[in-house]
């Protein structure tokens, strides 16, 4: 008991420190005022991606509450949780709220969950694993409970940290800046080196998180397979070709190891767009890193490609957007290979058809990128037609054999900007 005491002693002097560091603030819908029910609240998201000092910030506002961290090793291997519980209460003096952070490293965690809800107890918990998402959320806790996502920064949370009005040419600037280090908010605001904590941050999620939790023999798999993807953003995937390109032995293999990289929210993977549910399961997938800090500080190549480092920050966006069950996203492409970056599917909906496209200079560029998102257009009946770009702005009406469509051109740095939440 002396020992679980001295851990929690140490976490509330952590909280307390935490409370007094700059916070940029997080619109995530959570209000004042709006936790008199008895909603479970699950805050999900990437490890260091700044959920539980969203968390104690806005319960430091709101409520007297209490803390425990599940990532501490002696912590998630109690097999007494209610001496935790008594300890907590003791040192938050009965606290209203319970911030269970990183639940997921507790066995049986629902269960307790569930019965703290039982008993009146307010809770907040926390996870770094997307299996806490959904439906699977869903059969853990038997109550009702409220999902809150919480990302890397966004670009419009980005901007926050500057504390001051940009110009236009300044926020296309920052748009760049934020495309190669990433929106994790550590580095940002503390100004440490991105690419060595980032990298120490997916070691960390890669050994901690993935190779001890499933008893990876040999590591340098899995490993070698992440620098492969995070090398190749935006790029088609199959099992068999990356089991032939990495040190995975075989497609099956290749599948578990990339699942368990997404559980842990390192990548996340596009379907094709088909309307038959066997062709959209059979297709190649599109691979994307959880952010863009990653891709700098792990991928094998030397210089980036500026075009899918936009693409990947645009597809977080979407990612986010559809974890929170705004919409369904996937890439398009038809028989001669031509291809649309996004189709956005609202309820039955598909409503937008969006290309990322850097660099507009080259004539034969921009007729590409038109062309494909007019056929896809005919196929698919959507006529929101977007074309992100470095920053060109207009609308123009193009054609392609007789079919005509209106297509908006928009500067990434604005449509990021208004389309946020």
């Known amino acids: 008991m002396n020992d679980n005491r001295g851990v929690l002693v140490q976490q509330k002097a952590e909280v307390e420190k935490r409370l007094q560091e700059t916070y940029i603030e997080r619109d995530t819908g959570l209000k004042v005022g709006s936790t008199n029910d008895n909603l479970i609240r699950v805050i999900i998201g990437p ?37 935790l519980l008594a300890i907590t209460d003791s040192l938050y003096n009965s606290p209203e709220f319970l911030l269970l952070d990183e639940i997921q490293n507790l066995n049986k965690w629902e269960l307790i969950a569930n019965r703290l809800q039982r008993q009146g107890r307010k809770l907040f918990i926390t996870g770094s694993n997307s299996n806490l998402l959904g439906k699977e959320l869903a059969t853990h806790l038997t109550g009702r409970h409220l999902q809150i996502t919480i990302f890397p920064f966004s670009f419009k949370e980005f901007l926050k940290l500057q504390n001051r009005e940009l110009t236009t040419a300044q926020t296309s600037g920052k748009l760049y800046e934020y495309a190669i280090h990433g929106g994790y908010p550590e ?3 503390k100004k440490v080196n991105h690419d060595e904590y980032l990298s120490t941050l997916f070691d960390s999620i890669l050994f901690k998180d993935i190779v001890k939790r499933y008893k990876i023999r040999k590591p340098g798999a899995i490993e070698d397979l992440a620098r492969f993807l995070l090398s190749n953003v935006g790029g088609e995937y199959s099992f068999q070709h990356l089991a032939k390109l ?30 038959k549910t066997r062709e959209q399961l059979v297709s190649n997938k599109k691979i994307y ?33 559809e ?34 496209c850097y660099d507009l200079s080259n ?41 005509k469509a209106k297509i908006k051109f928009i500067p990434f740095w604005k449509w990021l900007v208004e389309n946020e939440p």
């Open 289 to 321: 890193a959880i952010d863009n800090g990653f891709i700098s500080a792990k991928s094998s190549k030397s210089t980036q490609d500026t075009g899918r480092l936009f693409e990947n920050i645009v597809a977080v966006h979407f990612k986010k957007a």
């Open 187 to 189: 580095p940002l605001i």
């Open 363 to 403: 004539p034969d560029t921009k007729k590409r990128e038109i062309r494909s998102l007019i056929k896809a257009r005919q196929e698919l009946k959507c006529s929101g037609l977007i074309v992100l770009t470095s920053g060109y702005e207009a609308e123009e009406t193009a054609e392609w054999f007789g079919e």
């Open 246 to 275: 990495t040190k995975s032995k075989s497609a099956h293999t290749v599948q578990k190891y990339l699942g368990y990289l997404e559980e842990a929210f390192v990548l996340f993977s596009l379907k094709r767009f088909s309307f």
């Open 47 to 83: 490890r260091r991606a700044g959920k539980s000092f969203f968390v104690t910030h806005w319960l430091k506002k709101n409520a007297n509450f209490g803390y425990i961290n599940f990532d501490d090793e002696k912590l998630s291997a109690t097999k007494d949780f209610d001496e």
């Open 323 to 356: 974890i929170d069950g705004k919409l369904d996203f996937y890439y398009w492409k038809n028989p001669q290979h031509e291809e649309v970056d996004f189709v956005i599917k609202e309820g039955t909906k598909i409503t937008k058809l969006i290309q990322v």
